[in-house]
């Protein structure tokens, strides 16, 4: 599994968003995407998704050029989006939106409803419970089970840590982590520096649409350039 980008543009009507963005992410790689808000973190996965699709460039998934793929055929192919925000269906249970996302195994993995009851013990406990009534930690764990039952080779992952106790970011931080053991691909669309350099393998730093840095997680952590950018 690889995920390319070379010199991808989007925009929003005629507000040029992204210019020129260009990254990899390689097999079980975690990689982070950092900067301040507006930077365009969100609108590299939109595009990666096709919900904001390229201009121009070219994004290439799986050896397949994805970039003008509406959006259900990417995800098909094994990429998974958790977007910022409590996007479920609140009236629904637990289980009903876990059962929703659920897709077969593909190209030997293995997510189903029990090994995300294993990483996730507390939706099991909350299976019949309205998703709406969740906690903000406890919904963006439902968030990342639910992408995980689509079996995916790639999960995109934006500011997963919005809103967050700092407890909760904590959790977050492991349940990745078990995700990462487990050979699970990540880009990880975050503000939060920190968080992410401790997870990534490598990153980069987007300014106005553009990449600005992009070094292996340590040599980001350890710029004193990029921590004073960053504000870490």
Do not use: C
């Not at 963006?140 to 639910?146: E, F, H, S, V, Y």
């Amino acid at each position: 599994m690889t995920l390319e980008l070379h010199e991808v543009h989007a925009y929003y009507g005629q507000s040029h968003i992204l210019h020129g963005i260009s990254l990899t992410v390689g097999p079980g790689e975690v990689v982070a995407l950092l900067g301040r808000n507006g930077a365009g973190k969100t609108t590299t996965l939109r595009a990666i998704m096709g919900l904001t699709p390229a201009r121009s460039g070219r994004i290439m998934f799986d050896g397949q050029d994805i970039t003008h793929k509406p959006t259900h055929v990417i995800a098909r192919l094994g990429i998974s989006y958790v977007p910022s925000g409590r996007r479920l269906f609140g009236q629904l249970t637990v289980l009903q939106n876990l059962q929703l996302w659920q897709q077969p195994p593909r190209d030997g993995s293995r997510w189903n409803l029990e090994r995300v009851y294993e990483v996730f013990p507390r939706l099991a406990e909350f299976a019949r419970r309205r998703a709406g009534s969740l906690s903000g930690g406890e919904q963006q764990m439902l968030k990342i089970g639910r992408a995980l039952l689509a079996n995916p080779k790639l999960l995109l992952l934006d500011e997963p840590t919005e809103g967050l106790a700092p407890t909760v970011v904590g959790q977050l931080s492991q349940w990745l982590k078990l995700l990462k053991d487990a050979g699970l691909s990540m880009l990880l669309a975050e503000q939060n520096a920190l968080f992410a350099l401790k997870l990534a393998d490598r990153g980069y730093v987007l300014e106005k649409g553009q990449i600005r840095y992009a070094a292996s997680a340590e040599e980001l952590r350890q710029s004193p350039e990029v921590r004073a950018y960053l504000g870490v």
